[in-house]
């Protein structure tokens, strides 16, 4: 008698929802299951090699979503996965290898292990050889930019300046200074200089400009008006002129009203010209008969005058100045103007003027602006 040999096989259907798996004996139907295709697909992978499985990958996804859906599996899991990692490495790099666009796909595999690169993990040695290593292989950019906005990132996220400030700063410098040997890169030292004088001293800067301004010349100022309690002159040309009021009586136009021997407390007006043009003009007011630089300073108590001592003097700029002299009669323009309520602290300005007529101005009704008079002065000093 002749015995049959038993033909088993798995026969699959594929549809377009599911898959029919039915296992035969000498071609008849033992069994017949329908599972959904990512099942048997994934139960396929088992006896599929690593690299067909990454290949396939690597046909529909870049380097990137590979790698990063791999990470975020990883982080998802809390396990340490050190050996998949350095297979799947190893795989990738065979991969680029044989890859017909080189560069391409090593710049996406690069920038996808640089996210997920944290040099604080590392020893400082480690990181800094890490750093020369890929700046080393920089030889030339068209666009140095990318290296400037680099160096500038360092700048604001390391202290790479360290305890050594002043010498880190001065190789920086004096690099800088090398480069620039031609007439082409005058604008550089200049941009240099520019940004450097403003965090400088100013007796620093005076210092190195002296070499620079005749010496032959003498300063000497023009006629003062009267009671000027500051001249000055800038290098720049801009001066400060101040003005001393005495505590006295006005008549004052308050709209189209007329108020007589209005009191005023003392004035103190600070001009600031550039040639014959008044460019600012600053009021307070004191107690004080002689000032000193710990003289207390208070807010000019009617209208049109800010919170930093600052006019609000429309016609101001219209006005021309022939001399210095002249500047001494600038307070009672502004004074004999027409007032209002602007920038008046108070209920009623008018009232306020009635009630001042033929009376001394009571100081002790004075608010006081929380500066000294030198202070106030340096604070102008350096708007200039």
């Keep these: 008698?002749?015995?049959?040999?038993?033909?088993?096989?798995?026969?699959?259907?594929?549809?377009?929802?599911?898959?029919?798996?039915?296992?035969?004996?000498?071609?008849?139907?033992?069994?017949?299951?329908?599972?959904?295709?990512?099942?048997?697909?994934?139960?396929?992978?088992?006896?599929?090699?690593?690299?067909?499985?990454?290949?396939?990958?690597?046909?529909?996804?870049?380097?990137?979503?590979?790698?990063?859906?791999?990470?975020?599996?990883?982080?998802?899991?809390?396990?340490?996965?050190?050996?998949?990692?350095?297979?799947?490495?190893?795989?990738?790099?065979?991969?680029?290898?044989?890859?017909?666009?080189?560069?391409?796909?090593?710049?996406?595999?690069?920038?996808?292990?640089?996210?997920?690169?944290?040099?604080?993990?590392?020893?400082?040695?480690?990181?800094?050889?890490?750093?020369?290593?890929?700046?080393?292989?920089?030889?030339?950019?068209?666009?140095?930019?990318?290296?400037?906005?680099?160096?500038?990132?360092?700048?604001?996220?390391?202290?790479?300046?360290?305890?050594?400030?002043?010498?880190?700063?001065?190789?920086?410098?004096?690099?800088i200074l090398n480069q620039a040997k031609s007439s082409l890169d005058k604008e550089m030292i200049h941009s240099l200089f520019e940004v450097t004088s403003q965090k400088a001293e100013r007796d620093w800067i005076l210092e190195v400009l002296e070499r620079y301004i005749?010496?032959?010349?003498?300063?000497?100022?023009?006629?003062?008006?009267?009671?000027?309690?500051?001249?000055?002159?800038?290098?720049?040309?801009?001066?400060?002129v101040g003005i001393e009021i005495e505590a006295q009586r006005f008549n004052i136009q308050y709209h189209r009203k007329q108020f007589e021997d209005v009191g005023h407390p003392k004035m103190l007006f600070l001009f600031t010209l550039r040639g014959q043009r008044i460019l600012d003009c600053k009021i307070v007011c004191t107690k004080d008969q002689v000032l000193t630089p710990e003289t207390v300073l208070y807010q000019y108590p009617f209208s049109n005058v800010h919170g930093n001592t600052s006019t609000c003097w429309p016609d101001l700029s219209r006005y021309q100045v022939k001399s210095i002299a002249h500047v001494g009669t600038m307070p009672f323009a502004f004074i004999n103007s027409q007032n209002n309520e602007h920038l008046y602290i108070g209920e009623n300005l008018g009232e306020k003027y009635h009630s001042l007529q033929g009376k001394d101005f009571n100081n002790e009704t004075l608010m006081p602006l929380n500066v000294t008079f030198n202070e106030w002065l340096d604070v102008s000093k350096g708007a200039l």
Excluded: W
């Excluded at 377009?16 to 008849?28: H, M, P, R, T």
């Excluded at 396990?79 to 290898?97: K, P, Q, R, T």
């Excluded at 690169?117 to 020893?123: G, W």
């Design 1 to 175: 008698m002749s015995s049959l040999k038993e033909n088993n096989e798995t026969r699959i259907t594929l549809r377009s929802y599911e898959a029919v798996v039915e296992n035969l004996n000498n071609g008849i139907p033992m069994n017949r299951r329908i599972i959904v295709p990512s099942d048997l697909a994934l139960a396929m992978l088992g006896i599929l090699e690593d690299e067909a499985i990454v290949s396939h990958l690597l046909r529909y996804k870049t380097f990137g979503e590979v790698f990063e859906n791999f990470f975020d599996v990883q982080h998802a899991n809390g396990e340490s996965m050190v050996e998949e990692m350095n297979s799947i490495i190893e795989m990738a790099l065979c991969y680029l290898d044989e890859a017909e666009d080189f560069s391409q796909v090593v710049q996406e595999f690069f920038l996808v292990l640089v996210s997920r690169f944290d040099p604080s993990d590392f020893s400082e040695e480690d990181t800094i050889q890490a750093l020369r290593r890929f700046l080393s292989r920089i030889r030339s950019l068209e666009d140095p930019s990318a290296i400037q906005e680099l160096f500038y990132y360092l700048l604001d996220e390391v202290n790479l300046l360290g305890d050594l400030k002043g010498v880190f700063a001065g190789r920086i410098l004096k690099q």
């Design 214 to 240: 005749p010496k032959k010349k003498a300063c000497s100022s023009p006629l003062l008006p009267k009671n000027c309690f500051i001249y000055q002159e800038m290098l720049d040309g801009a001066k400060l």
